[in-house]
């Protein structure tokens, strides 16, 4: 027996939590750039630029996950 409930099948929750992390990081980086700057950042530019791969990887996932064959 088959859900079409879109919250009980994997590819549509794995979508929303690659989303959920997304936003996540979006959010932690710019409160800690907004209240410490890039100094605030751990390894500085680095790790600000490992943030937003993370950003992008979370993403990507949660598009190669929507175009999952069912």
Known sequence: ME???PLTDH???SKIV???IAG???VCVA???AIEGLDGMPF???GLLA???FIVAALL???YVKHQPH
Do not use: D, K, R
Request: hydrophobic share 60%; net charge neutral; no cysteine.
């Open 3 to 5: 859900s079409s409930h």
């Open 24 to 26: 996540t990081f979006v």
């Open 18 to 20: 690659m989303y959920i």
């Open 51 to 53: 943030s937003f791969a």
């Open 44 to 46: 500085g530019i680095w």
């Open 11 to 13: 590819t549509a929750v």
């Open 61 to 63: 996932m949660a598009q």
């Open 31 to 33: 409160l800690v750039l």
